[in-house]
């Protein structure tokens, strides 16, 4: 059955998850009449009322109970972002429902969840029927569809999962799943509790469907269960954000953007798998400055770039946008700035971009920043074996800006305060250009075989630190230093200005 998605968009707040064909099973902790204190359904519940049953809003009667006092979650006031939601303890609260049939053989499954956990669970279990456990926890987070089939995605957190919106979407068609967080589609990852890939349908039934446990054998819930909603077939990406919408609206959270550049998006879907966010004019900043990368012909020659600003934590400022994630040696939250970037102390911190210096060809490479504060001592640095031969680096000392590429000689030039981009880029064996203030400058040097070691940010790889702030970095193939500074430039004043 197609949905009129039109007519969804004009429900506003009056959205229904009914209106969604394929609804089974809709467990919603914001309605206290849909709770009841008893497993008979009597015995209306108030904050602080112990909670025996819950009714399925979908229509399908998969109503799940408890018939052990002790093994009741509670209703608990400001649970949720200051709303009152179910609650588990973590110890032995868990809802189930016998001869649950509604995920069982079936070519689509989409559940989605707004719920927390501080330790090692599982959120819910078709168990002997279908066996498709939804959103287990442990060293990464699983969903499963057919005993050990399925899908695994990292988490930040070993065993804890944030507070939010978590998307489990099934297409047996094509053998495929996806997790998302808060709209965000997460990375895949390999993990021991699914070590085969997605079935075509979910296993037969019946089965025992539980909601905050593994079946109340172990792996409780601790934490909210605030909403739980489950479609039986495959949720279009259209229809899904709808869902997702109401239950952040609902809720009180904000989803990832969404954005038009499939780049640009993976690297916004990686920064909330780090555990962070960001907001969405910085989002489009990002699409627009990948976009324009593409466009321009240079975005191949980039093979490890970071955007040191924009996203909301550190944790998000070091998932890479190409290569490899940098290795953090020292930095702590308070040296970030989301506006203006990451800053040295010029004593014991530094970045390593686990790029190798030589990984770009000798007559064929490029390194560039954006240098967003001075700060004093020891300026900023970006270097691979500075002063060794074959080095490539831009670094600032007392005001001088020193630039060399595959070079032991440097060139210097009295930009070092000047903030904005810089950049070298070498494309021939006679001579390099270097990129400061707008203006490109030629720096006559012939090359040397690369320096065997990895290019460092903020320190020379030896004894020297540098103090000021920087916001992006690239490391590559050979290019304009023009296109990219453009391309730099507006990314961060747009990032700048999104306050």
Aim: hydrophobic share 35%.
């Amino acid at each position: 059955m197609a949905i009129n998605l039109r007519a969804v968009k004009t429900l506003g707040s009056n959205f229904d998850p009914r209106k969604i064909p394929g609804l089974v099973g809709w467990y919603d902790s914001a309605d206290l009449t849909s709770m009841a204190e008893n497993d008979d359904g009597t015995g209306s519940v108030s904050i602080g009322s112990t909670v025996g049953y819950w009714k399925d809003k979908s229509g399908s009667n998969n109503h799940v109970t408890q018939s052990t006092a002790d093994n009741r979650p509670t209703v608990t006031a400001s649970a949720v972002n200051d709303k009152t939601a179910l609650v588990f303890d973590g110890s032995n609260d868990t809802l189930e429902r016998s001869n649950y049939t509604d995920q069982s053989g079936l070519t689509g499954l989409t559940r989605i969840a707004l719920y927390s956990t501080s330790q090692n669970a599982q959120f819910s279990r078709d168990l002997s029927g279908a066996d498709t456990p939804f959103l287990v926890s442990s060293n990464t987070l699983v969903s499963r569809v057919a005993g050990s089939n399925g899908i695994a995605v990292s988490i930040p957190t070993t065993n804890s999962l944030t507070l939010g919106i978590y998307s489990s979407v099934f297409d047996g068609s094509d053998q495929t799943m996806k997790i998302n967080f808060l709209g965000a589609t997460l990375p895949t990852t390999t993990s021991p509790f699914v070590p085969s890939p997605p079935s075509s349908t979910t296993g037969a039934g019946p089965g025992t469907l539980a909601i905050g446990s593994n079946n109340g054998a172990n792996q409780f819930v601790d934490g909210p269960i605030a909403e739980y909603l489950v479609y039986n077939r495959t949720l279009n990406d259209y229809e899904l954000r709808y869902v997702e919408e109401y239950l952040a609206k609902k809720w009180g959270f904000t989803l990832a953007p969404k954005v038009s550049n499939a780049e640009a998006q993976d690297y916004i879907n990686r920064i909330y798998a780090a555990g962070s966010s960001i907001d969405t004019t910085a989002a489009n900043a990002i699409n627009d400055f990948v976009t324009g990368c593409q466009n321009d012909g240079i975005w191949d020659s980039i093979k490890a770039c970071c955007i040191l600003c924009g996203a909301n934590s550190l944790a998000g400022a070091l998932v890479p946008l190409v290569g490899a994630t940098p290795t953090n040696n020292n930095f702590v939250s308070s040296d970030y700035d989301r506006l203006t970037g990451l800053k040295g102390d010029g004593n014991t911190k530094s970045l390593d971009s686990n790029r190798a210096n030589n990984a770009d060809p000798q007559d064929d490479n490029h390194n560039a920043i954006y240098h967003s504060a001075n700060a004093g001592v020891g300026g900023f640095q970006l270097t691979a074996g500075n002063a060794a031969t074959g080095s490539n680096a831009i670094l600032r000392s007392t005001g001088t800006l020193q630039v060399r590429n595959r070079t032991a000689a440097g060139t210097n030039s009295a930009f070092g305060t000047t903030l904005g981009f810089k950049g070298i880029s070498r494309s021939a064996s006679a001579d390099y250009t270097y990129r400061v203030g707008s203006t490109d400058y030629t720096a006559s040097s012939v090359s040397q075989t690369p320096f065997n070691g990895n290019v460092i940010l903020f320190s020379d790889g030896n004894t020297g630190y540098g103090s000021d702030r920087l916001a992006f970095y690239s490391i590559g193939e050979s290019l304009d230093l023009a296109l990219l500074d453009n391309r730099v430039s507006a990314l961060i004043t747009a990032i700048q200005n999104s306050v």
